[in-house]
Antibody, heavy 118, light 110 residues
Framework: QVQLVQSGADVKKPGASVRVSCEASGYTFTGFYIHWVRQAPGQGLEWMGWISPHTGATNYAQRFKGRVTMTSDTSITTAYLDLSSLTYADTAVYYC???????????WGQGTTVTVSS | QSVLTQPPSASGTPGQRVTISCSGSNSNIGHNNVNWYQQFPGMAPKLLIYGNNQRPSGVPDRFSGSKSGTSASLAISGPQSEDEADYYCESWDDTLNGRVFGGGTKLTVL
């Protein structure tokens, strides 16, 4: 079946970087954009950006530019989110989701909890 | 502050029709489709409505979406106890060149 499986929870110190992976299966990986969305504890959803696995093109939310890098490896149908210079405010659950224009984000990963703690 | 504005909470009984609003602007809802997501505690969001008013396969028909101008609405006709969740609207924003979410609405079924 169509699914996105994310890497496990991670704990990082302030100033460090984190990588979250998102492995796709059950569909043509290059046919859908992968979006990254995060949710801080008790807060709403926040869009971070997208990557086109087909072209490698990316689009990042302004507030993350300079700190975020989204990549993908089509050989293993996996997308990656790298976030650097972590602060306590980056503690959140990070989700990947596939999106087909006009159809919304129809498949989501299970989420990866990233905790920033000294 | 979220770009799209939703009420923080909504409630209703199984015999009522509950509506959740989502207010935006011409740079987002006014010119782009709106999607709605349902999220239970500790779970990933689930697509509930896409393209303003389309239900993915498997979504009960008591859920419906609409859009008018720069606002959108999610209606739940006869909410069930299992519908207690957080609901988020989402759209594309031409000015921000990115996707934007509402702040979310917590539905309570009385």
């Amino acid at each position: 079946q169509v699914q996105l499986v994310q890497s496990g929870a991670d704990v990082k110190k302030p100033g460090a970087s984190v990588r979250v992976s998102c492995e796709a299966s059950g569909y043509t990986f290059t046919g859908f954009y992968i979006h990254w969305v995060r949710q801080a504890p008790g807060q709403g959803l926040e869009w971070m950006g997208w990557i086109s696995p087909h072209t490698g093109a990316t689009n990042y939310a302004q507030r993350f530019k300079g700190r975020v890098t989204m990549t993908s490896d089509t050989s293993i149908t996996t997308a990656y989110l790298d976030l650097s210079s972590l602060t306590y405010a980056d503690t959140a659950v990070y989700y990947c989701a596939r999106l087909l224009p006009l159809y919304g984000m129809d498949v989501w990963g299970q989420g990866t909890t990233v905790t920033v703690s000294s | 502050q979220s770009v799209l504005t939703q009420p923080p909470s909504a409630s209703g009984t199984p015999g009522q029709r509950v509506t959740i609003s989502c207010s935006g602007s011409n740079s987002n809802i006014g010119h782009n489709n709106v999607n709605w997501y349902q999220q239970f505690p500790g779970m990933a969001p689930k697509l509930l409505i896409y393209g303003n008013n389309q239900r993915p396969s498997g979504v009960p028909d008591r859920f419906s979406g609409s859009k008018s101008g720069t606002s959108a609405s999610l209606a739940i006709s006869g909410p069930q106890s299992e519908d207690e969740a957080d609901y988020y609207c989402e759209s594309w924003d031409d000015t921000l060149n990115g996707r934007v979410f509402g702040g979310g609405t917590k539905l309570t079924v009385l």
